[in-house]
């Protein structure tokens, strides 16, 4: 099975960078998302890492280490509209994935 | 193109009755999922589908049945619904290879009383 631990909540201040963390164990491992959920909304795709090193895509950066079992999201500049759930999880060999409970992160004026 | 379509939006049922949420892709997708969300669990897998014709239990099946007869249709049957199974239900679809991702419906709000 998987175990996939992240925070309940963070805040920030507009324009600020947040760091969102995601540890993992795994009986299988064939990458880690991360997804982004408003209120109310289905989760949307945000990023993809399978090797260990940074994707960057515009503000979001993403980090794996699979010898540890952790990623991170890195949310640059922020914005209101980034208030939001972000969500981790992880792709076993069956291709099924593993959710994390989601991180909200709130951020303010 | 509508991507993945769910139905109904909401939904508001009686314990002990039958109901089916209709899920449809024009992705032409080979995988589709169906998970559950409840406040402080996340996402869970209940069932899901690698090609037509196949199907797998997810993290937590129990009380829940579906069917892959196409492509394009993923329908999930609760056949005796229970107030445990209020939640928000969420179909999804992939192509199933490496890179790819999962893409998710709008969702379905079930309340069971």
């Given at each position: 099975g998987?175990?996939?631990?992240q925070?309940?909540?963070?805040?920030?201040?507009?324009?600020?960078?947040?760091?969102?963390?995601c540890t993992?164990?795994?009986?299988?491992f064939?990458?880690?998302?991360?997804?982004?959920q408003?209120a109310g909304?289905?989760?949307t795709f945000?990023?993809y890492?399978?090797?260990?090193?940074?994707?960057?895509?515009?503000?979001f950066?993403?980090?794996?280490?699979?010898?540890?079992?952790?990623?991170?999201?890195?949310?640059?500049?922020?914005q209101?509209?980034?208030?939001a759930?972000?969500?981790c999880?992880?792709?076993?060999?069956?291709?099924?994935?593993?959710?994390?409970?989601?991180?909200?992160v709130?951020?303010?004026? | 193109?509508?991507?993945?379509t769910?139905?109904p939006?909401?939904?508001i049922?009686?314990?002990?009755r039958?109901?089916?949420?209709?899920?449809?892709q024009?992705?032409?997708?080979?995988?589709?999922?169906?998970?559950?969300?409840?406040?402080?669990?996340?996402?869970?897998?209940i069932?899901y589908?690698?090609?037509a014709?196949?199907?797998?239990?997810?993290?937590v099946?129990?009380?829940?049945s579906?069917?892959?007869?196409?492509?394009?249709?993923?329908p999930?049957?609760?056949a005796?619904?229970?107030?445990?199974?209020t939640?928000?239900?969420?179909?999804a679809?992939?192509?199933?290879?490496?890179?790819?991702?999962?893409?998710?419906g709008?969702?379905?709000?079930?309340?069971?009383?």
């Open positions: 998987q175990n996939i631990d925070p309940t909540e963070m805040t920030a201040t507009e324009g600020a960078i947040v760091q969102i963390n993992y164990q795994t009986s299988g064939n990458g880690l998302f991360w997804y982004q408003h909304e289905a989760p945000l990023s890492n399978v090797l260990d090193g940074l994707e960057e895509k515009g503000r950066s993403s980090f794996l280490s699979r010898s540890k079992g952790y990623s991170y999201l890195l949310l640059k500049e922020l209101m509209k980034d208030s759930s972000y969500l999880a992880v792709r076993d060999n069956d291709y099924k994935l593993s959710f994390g409970a989601g991180t909200t709130t951020v303010r004026a | 193109i509508a991507g993945i769910q139905a939006t909401s939904q049922l009686a314990a002990g039958r109901m089916t949420l209709r899920c449809t024009d992705m032409r997708h080979n995988a589709m999922y169906w998970y559950r969300q409840d406040l402080g669990l996340g996402l869970r897998l069932h589908s690698n090609t014709g196949t199907t797998g239990k997810g993290e099946p129990d009380g829940y579906v069917s892959r007869a196409n492509t394009d249709d993923f999930l049957t609760l005796s619904a229970v107030p445990s199974q939640s928000v239900y969420f179909c679809s992939s192509h199933g290879t490496d890179s790819d991702t999962q893409y998710f709008p969702g379905t709000r079930l309340t069971v009383l």
